[in-house]
């Protein structure tokens, strides 16, 4: 029989495990009502995890292990991601990254209360390396899976809260709450959403072509930079000066908050045909190195404006004072920097995830998991097949019955989640 995790109980712990993309990511989180860490103050201190007040996230987790393996050096040479050799790659990684996260924690395998694993979106291949893993784990142990939506865990990132983490109640009045806009921008994709509350999504526009970490990659490959471009990009464009070369702004003029990068990529090669070529472009001469660089700070430029100014729009559209921002392009040090001032200049705030947890990993998906299951929301994909039950006790001593509850989404809309 399969032990579903009770809710009484005051630590949970979950592993997670992401294998979407490029990037085999475990890790143990211990869950921790925030209740039992800190010291009572008043009535707001007395409140419990199913009161009324849901505006803000109400539990701490502990990092227990984590374990992470990046595919980007093999993928560098194709300039992107090979999914056959991602899936193969994950297979062989996964493994002994479980042992890795376990041995950091010192634990076995039988201290896990449950298994939460990335069903989807991402490459059908890669997505199944995983999800059967932890079937098959959930299966050998006896443990519940949870299957989670990966932009879920980029999108509830920032709002991770340590345990261990002493500022925490300092920081607590700067603690993203329900409601805010959330700004997802990674590889794959680019979206405004509004978000009140777990599971409640609204989006409010996305990209029409290309997604912002896109527009990085591919900028970066005809600059002759390595993958992943965006911190090549940002590294180079710090030597650069913005505006010497006037790439496009997109949309930028154009009302609502759809967005746009294609066009952008299209302007680079046409700047970089110009100038003789990438190969000419490589050449070591003080005149190539600057234009080169002249050329990064002006595509991150370009960007970042697109991201910020619509962000903006955004706020003001919905009337939230918080934009919550994830995906690994939100790791871009200029873009942080641009956000924090346009929002301060309408009295808004900013919230990032650590810029570790910016890519993919699995502390997000673990996390993702754990606040579906420890607030009073519904458990993942109610309307995408999956049923609160079935995510919370999804019967592993059953073989059969993991047919019907084993499988990947490689397209998922956030918003299908309930
Ligand atoms: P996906 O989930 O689509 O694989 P990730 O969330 O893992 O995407 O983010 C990867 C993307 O983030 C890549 O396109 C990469 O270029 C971009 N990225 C990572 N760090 C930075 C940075 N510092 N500046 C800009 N883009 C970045
Ligand atoms: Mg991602």
């Not at 519940?144 to 261990?164: K, N, T």
């Amino acid at each position: 029989m399969s032990k579903p995790l009770k809710q009484s109980k005051r630590s949970v712990r979950i592993l997670g495990i992401e294998t979407s993309c490029d990037e085999t990511g475990l890790a143990l989180l211990e869950f921790i009502s925030a209740e039992d860490l800190e010291p009572v103050q008043g009535p707001k201190a007395h409140q419990d995890q199913h009161s009324p007040d849901q505006s803000s996230v109400k539990w701490r987790a502990r990092l227990l292990g984590q374990a992470l393996h990046s595919q980007t050096d093999m993928h560098e040479r194709y300039g992107g991601v090979v999914p056959e050799l991602a899936s193969r790659d994950h297979m062989v990684r996964i493994l002994p990254l479980l042992e890795e996260c376990l041995d950091q924690a010192g634990l076995a395998s039988q201290n896990i209360d449950g298994i939460a694993v990335t069903q989807g979106p991402g490459l059908a291949g890669a997505l199944w390396v995983g999800t059967s893993f932890a079937y098959g784990l959930g299966l050998a142990l006896n443990k519940p899976v949870y299957p989670v939506h990966h932009l879920e865990g980029h999108l509830l990132s920032p709002l991770l809260r340590w345990a261990d983490d002493s500022s925490n109640s300092r920081e607590e009045a700067q603690q993203a709450r329900f409601p805010f806009v959330a700004l997802l921008v990674s590889g794959g994709h680019s979206q405004f959403l509004e978000v009140t509350g777990i599971g409640r999504y609204r989006l409010l526009g996305e990209t029409i072509d290309d997604a912002a970490g896109e527009a990085f990659d591919k900028s970066a490959q005809l600059l002759g930079l390595g993958y992943p471009g965006g911190p090549a990009v940002a590294k180079l464009a710090e030597k650069g000066i913005a505006g010497r070369f006037r790439l496009p702004r997109p949309l930028l003029k154009r009302q609502g908050l759809d967005l746009s990068f294609a066009g952008l990529k299209t302007a680079v090669l046409t700047q970089v045909q110009k100038l003789g070529g990438t190969e000419a472009l490589l050449a070591p001469d003080a005149k190539n190195i600057q234009a080169r660089a002249d050329l990064a700070a002006e595509v991150q430029a370009a960007i970042v404006e697109l991201l910020c100014e619509k962000s903006m729009v955004a706020l003001d559209l919905t009337g939230h004072k918080q934009l919550v921002v994830s995906g690994g392009v939100s790791a871009n040090i200029e873009m942080r920097r641009r956000l924090i001032e346009a929002a301060r200049s309408r009295d808004a705030c900013v919230f990032f995830p650590p810029p570790a947890l910016c890519t993919d990993n699995g502390v997000m998906i673990a996390w993702a998991a754990g606040l579906r299951l420890l607030t009073s929301c519904s458990a993942v994909g109610r309307k995408a097949g999956v049923s609160r039950e079935q995510a919370v006790r999804p019967s592993p001593s059953a073989s059969a019955s993991l047919g019907s509850s084993m499988q990947v989404r490689p397209r998922w809309p956030l918003e299908e989640l309930g």
